[in-house]
């Protein structure tokens, strides 16, 4: 294809890396080939090591999943691009002598098995909790630092950084915006990985981890002392990323009593690549509280007095305790659960009772 | 004061109009000194003609107090603005003869004894939910007032003030638009209301639920229900929640078994256009609930399986003689079951036991609908 509409291609793909959803594919694609290889993979890897989220042109299915199921934690790039500035480029062929990698099975299995002779990898996000790296592969190796210096490279890198750095601002706004919206109601809210690394924690969260005696972070991943609970908050996660399904977690030992976790997919806009990652608020739990009288009110249509004798009800009084801490007969009482029994369509005490609890 | 400072100063304030906290008063003060006048006002009402929002500078407490508690309604002004598109310049000597200004009462008991002969107001937001004006006062009035008003001076400030506006309306568009996407996510609808429950802006699943044709719906813009009951209490929940500092919770049913859940928050303040209060709203409609599961009950009280059926027969509204009925075993047995729960739970009455067998564990597990 012509070099100047690959690099057309290439930046109008960059340019839309501000939609929530960006064509990563084109991407993919363009970088191929304004570098001049024959596949493309973009590469996320949380905590230095595990892999997030793997995306690919051109590589076989073959190759694909050996990497993702094996190779991956050998790759020979992860190790020296470790603290890397964002936009540098590495060159397998320029970082390691014919000799090393003649003797390197991570080259001798996977490379060359699936006619990969040299990578170009740039890295696009060096984070303490996620790293990330766009990957061009060659099948046949040659010098590329020339071509890796030129303007042309230059300013596809410079664009691709600066997209990526829009990208990155713009789901810190929207976090934000969701942290200010969240903390109005109480609660607080994180974004993880599915595998439980915290990538970011509002403000409440990290009050929330920092006083907690049960869920925290151990090593930027959520973790809880109780085994039971550590798992079904780590099948949570995944079901939460895979599926569409809300998932809520009670964890007891916060500050303010029972609180609960809930978890949802997060919106496309705060990943990288393909990466899924998880949206989770921590909120105080399915009250425990008698519910307010208005609430009642509004529930049930019961005048403001009925109510506080359904929420006395609700609370474990007995009409006769009530009347008594109300200083009113025990018939008046009486008369008003008649008329709540009328209005809320019950036969029975404890259906009020069932009905008030359910409601708020 | 120096002209020049008055329109950095003013333009200076019009810049911040961005800023969660806008500086009002310098932006008032410096209007009051362009146009040319003694004293601004910033007035927003709702589609109801409720007012919304009354801020002033160099207004005498005895006119604010009069005007808020009696001549609002009778604004001359405020009913020809109607439709009148953000930027557009009132003046009351254009607008009305003097021999009709002398038998009004507005003017004659309101504006002569608190010194204003002239009213130039700029149209600062015409939505059919909320309007609001901006209007200087003057105590000597002049036929000359719309030479002014189209001086480059002016015009220079008001087209300023207009995209300041524009900005700040975009910024808290966005800040809801991102707060939509974000609670949606966790199957949550939202909205922003004014205290008298008029609608400013709705989320797509907001739109939906109160379009539903459940019965808390919209009705000329405002939240309605059609019982008296929980009409009051939503009236009572939207006056109260600028000032709440826990959010305020109401339970609508829908009629149909299941209900929405409302909590109502004070609005942020980059939700106000100027320093109106809004109430910020999320709701989510629940259809029945599922009673806690028999394992769950187990674990959580320490009961036996077949208590734990008991427990959970109660909680879903039987009596012990329909569950004994249904299980096929007498009603002594489930008699002495409900005893032993009694013991166990520490309670001392079935009203009881439903209670705390409701606050048990919730369901853990939420079904979203797929986006």
């Given at each position: 294809?012509?070099?100047?509409?690959?690099?057309?291609?290439?930046?109008?793909?960059?340019?839309?890396?501000?939609?929530?959803?960006?064509?990563?594919?084109?991407?993919?694609?363009?970088?191929?080939?304004?570098?001049?290889?024959?596949?493309?993979?973009?590469?996320?890897?949380?905590?230095?090591?595990?892999?997030?989220?793997?995306?690919?042109?051109?590589?076989?299915?073959?190759?694909?999943?050996?990497?993702?199921?094996?190779?991956?934690?050998?790759?020979?790039?992860?190790?020296?691009?470790?603290?890397?500035a964002p936009g540098s480029w590495f060159d397998t062929h320029e970082l390691f002598s014919p000799a090393f990698l003649s003797k390197n099975f991570y080259y001798a299995d996977f490379m060359c098995r699936h006619s990969a002779r040299q990578m170009l990898a740039c890295i696009v996000d060096q984070g303490a909790q996620r790293r990330g790296g766009l990957t061009v592969q060659r099948s046949t190796?040659?010098?590329?630092?020339?071509?890796?210096?030129?303007?042309?490279?230059?300013?596809?890198?410079?664009?691709?950084?600066?997209?990526?750095?829009?990208?990155?601002?713009?789901?810190?706004?929207?976090?934000?915006?969701?942290?200010?919206?969240?903390?109005?109601?109480?609660?607080?809210?994180?974004?993880?990985?599915?595998?439980?690394?915290?990538?970011?924690?509002?403000?409440?969260?990290?009050?929330?981890?920092?006083?907690?005696?049960?869920?925290?972070?151990?090593?930027?991943?959520?973790?809880?002392?109780?085994?039971?609970?550590?798992?079904?908050?780590?099948?949570?996660?995944?079901?939460?990323?895979?599926?569409?399904?809300?998932?809520?977690?009670?964890?007891?030992?916060?500050?303010?009593?029972?609180?609960?976790?809930?978890?949802?997919?997060?919106?496309?806009?705060?990943?990288?690549?393909?990466?899924?990652?998880?949206?989770?608020?921590?909120?105080?739990?399915?009250?425990?509280?008698?519910?307010?009288?208005?609430?009642?009110?509004?529930?049930?249509?019961?005048?403001?007095?009925?109510?506080?004798?359904?929420?006395?009800?609700?609370?474990?009084?007995?009409?006769?305790?009530?009347?008594?801490?109300?200083?009113?007969?025990?018939?008046?009482?009486?008369?008003?659960?008649?008329?709540?029994?009328?209005?809320?369509?019950?036969?029975?005490?404890?259906?009020?009772?069932?009905?008030?609890?359910?409601?708020? | 004061?120096?002209?020049?400072?008055?329109?950095?100063?003013?333009?200076?304030?019009?810049?911040?109009?961005?800023?969660?906290?806008?500086?009002?008063?310098?932006?008032?003060?410096?209007?009051?000194?362009?146009?040319?006048?003694?004293?601004?006002?910033?007035?927003?009402?709702?589609?109801?003609?409720?007012?919304?929002?009354?801020?002033?500078?160099?207004?005498?407490?005895?006119?604010?107090?009069?005007?808020?508690?009696?001549?609002?309604?009778?604004?001359?002004?405020?009913?020809?603005?109607?439709?009148?598109?953000?930027?557009?310049?009132?003046?009351?000597?254009?607008?009305?003869?003097?021999?009709?200004?002398?038998?009004?009462?507005?003017?004659v008991d309101f504006m002569c004894p608190h010194r204003m002969r002239q009213l130039l107001t700029f149209i600062v937001e015409d939505s059919p939910q909320r309007r609001g004006g901006l209007t200087v006062q003057r105590s000597v009035s002049t036929s000359h007032a719309r030479r002014h008003l189209e001086s480059a001076t002016v015009r220079h400030v008001a087209g300023a003030l207009r995209q300041g506006l524009e900005q700040r309306n975009a910024m808290t568009r966005q800040w809801f638009d991102t707060a939509e996407s974000a609670f949606d996510g966790f199957g949550e609808a939202i909205c922003l209301a004014t205290p008298q429950g008029t609608v400013l802006r709705a989320s797509a699943r907001a739109r939906e639920l109160l379009g539903q044709?459940?019965?808390?719906?919209?009705?000329?813009?405002?939240?309605?229900?059609?019982?008296?009951?929980?009409?009051?209490?939503?009236?009572?929940?939207?006056?109260?929640?600028?000032?709440?500092?826990?959010?305020?919770?109401?339970?609508?049913?829908?009629?149909?078994?299941?209900?929405?859940?409302?909590?109502?928050?004070?609005?942020?303040?980059?939700?106000?256009?100027?320093?109106?209060?809004?109430?910020?709203?999320?709701?989510?409609?629940?259809?029945?609930?599922?009673?806690?599961?028999?394992?769950?009950?187990?674990?959580?009280?320490?009961?036996?399986?077949?208590?734990?059926?008991?427990?959970?027969?109660?909680?879903?509204?039987?009596?012990?003689?329909?569950?004994?009925?249904?299980?096929?075993?007498?009603?002594?047995?489930?008699?002495?079951?409900?005893?032993?729960?009694?013991?166990?739970?520490?309670?001392?009455?079935?009203?009881?036991?439903?209670?705390?067998?409701?606050?048990?564990?919730?369901?853990?597990?939420?079904?979203?609908?797929?986006?």
């Amino acid at each position: 294809m012509n070099q100047s509409f690959a690099l057309r291609r290439t930046l109008d793909a960059i340019a839309h890396l501000d939609d929530p959803q960006p064509p990563w594919s084109d991407l993919l694609q363009g970088m191929q080939q304004v570098v001049g290889g024959d596949s493309a993979t973009f590469i996320l890897l949380e905590r230095g090591s595990e892999l997030l989220s793997f995306q690919q042109v051109n590589v076989s299915p073959a190759a694909e999943r050996e990497y993702m199921q094996h190779f991956c934690a050998h790759d020979i790039l992860i190790p020296p691009t470790l603290g890397a500035a964002p936009g540098s480029w590495f060159d397998t062929h320029e970082l390691f002598s014919p000799a090393f990698l003649s003797k390197n099975f991570y080259y001798a299995d996977f490379m060359c098995r699936h006619s990969a002779r040299q990578m170009l990898a740039c890295i696009v996000d060096q984070g303490a909790q996620r790293r990330g790296g766009l990957t061009v592969q060659r099948s046949t190796a040659a010098h590329a630092r020339r071509l890796l210096d030129s303007t042309r490279i230059r300013r596809v890198t410079q664009a691709l950084r600066q997209g990526l750095a829009r990208r990155d601002e713009r789901a810190r706004l929207w976090l934000g915006g969701a942290e200010s919206a969240f903390a109005a109601f109480g609660e607080a809210v994180l974004l993880v990985t599915p595998a439980g690394t915290v990538l970011r924690a509002s403000a409440g969260a990290q009050e929330f981890f920092g006083a907690s005696r049960s869920l925290r972070l151990r090593s930027q991943r959520l973790w809880h002392p109780d085994a039971q609970t550590q798992q079904a908050l780590a099948a949570g996660l995944r079901l939460a990323a895979q599926s569409r399904q809300r998932i809520r977690l009670p964890i007891s030992g916060g500050s303010a009593g029972l609180q609960e976790l809930e978890m949802a997919r997060a919106a496309p806009q705060l990943s990288l690549g393909e990466e899924v990652l998880v949206l989770a608020r921590i909120r105080p739990g399915r009250s425990q509280a008698v519910p307010s009288i208005d609430s009642l009110c509004s529930a049930f249509g019961v005048t403001p007095a009925e109510a506080r004798v359904l929420a006395a009800l609700a609370a474990g009084q007995s009409p006769k305790q009530h009347a008594g801490a109300q200083g009113v007969s025990v018939h008046t009482v009486r008369s008003q659960l008649g008329s709540l029994m009328a209005k809320m369509g019950c036969t029975r005490q404890v259906d009020l009772v069932r009905k008030a609890l359910l409601a708020p | 004061m120096n002209r020049n400072l008055a329109l950095r100063r003013t333009l200076d304030a019009i810049s911040h109009l961005g800023d969660p906290e806008p500086p009002w008063a310098a932006l008032l003060q410096g209007m009051q000194q362009l146009v040319g006048g003694d004293s601004a006002t910033l007035i927003q009402i709702d589609c109801g003609g409720e007012l919304l929002n009354f801020q002033q500078h160099d207004v005498s407490p005895a006119a604010e107090r009069a005007y808020l508690e009696h001549f609002f309604a009778h604004d001359i002004v405020a009913p020809l603005t109607i439709g009148a598109p953000p930027g557009s310049w009132f003046d009351t000597q254009e607008l009305f003869s003097s021999s009709l200004l002398s038998k009004e009462g507005f003017y004659v008991d309101f504006m002569c004894p608190h010194r204003m002969r002239q009213l130039l107001t700029f149209i600062v937001e015409d939505s059919p939910q909320r309007r609001g004006g901006l209007t200087v006062q003057r105590s000597v009035s002049t036929s000359h007032a719309r030479r002014h008003l189209e001086s480059a001076t002016v015009r220079h400030v008001a087209g300023a003030l207009r995209q300041g506006l524009e900005q700040r309306n975009a910024m808290t568009r966005q800040w809801f638009d991102t707060a939509e996407s974000a609670f949606d996510g966790f199957g949550e609808a939202i909205c922003l209301a004014t205290p008298q429950g008029t609608v400013l802006r709705a989320s797509a699943r907001a739109r939906e639920l109160l379009g539903q044709g459940h019965s808390l719906r919209l009705r000329g813009g405002r939240l309605w229900h059609p019982g008296a009951e929980v009409q009051r209490a939503l009236r009572l929940a939207l006056a109260h929640a600028p000032q709440a500092r826990q959010p305020i919770r109401l339970s609508i049913p829908d009629g149909r078994g299941g209900q929405s859940r409302l909590e109502l928050v004070p609005a942020a303040p980059q939700l106000s256009l100027g320093r109106e209060a809004l109430v910020f709203i999320r709701m989510r409609h629940d259809g029945a609930r599922t009673p806690p599961p028999v394992d769950s009950l187990c674990s959580a009280f320490g009961i036996t399986p077949a208590e734990a059926r008991v427990l959970a027969a109660l909680v879903a509204g039987q009596s012990p003689k329909q569950h004994a009925g249904a299980q096929g075993v007498s009603v002594h047995t489930v008699r002495s079951q409900v005893g032993s729960l009694m013991a166990k739970m520490g309670c001392t009455r079935q009203a009881e036991l439903v209670r705390k067998g409701l606050l048990a564990q919730p369901p853990l597990l939420e079904t979203g609908r797929p986006a």
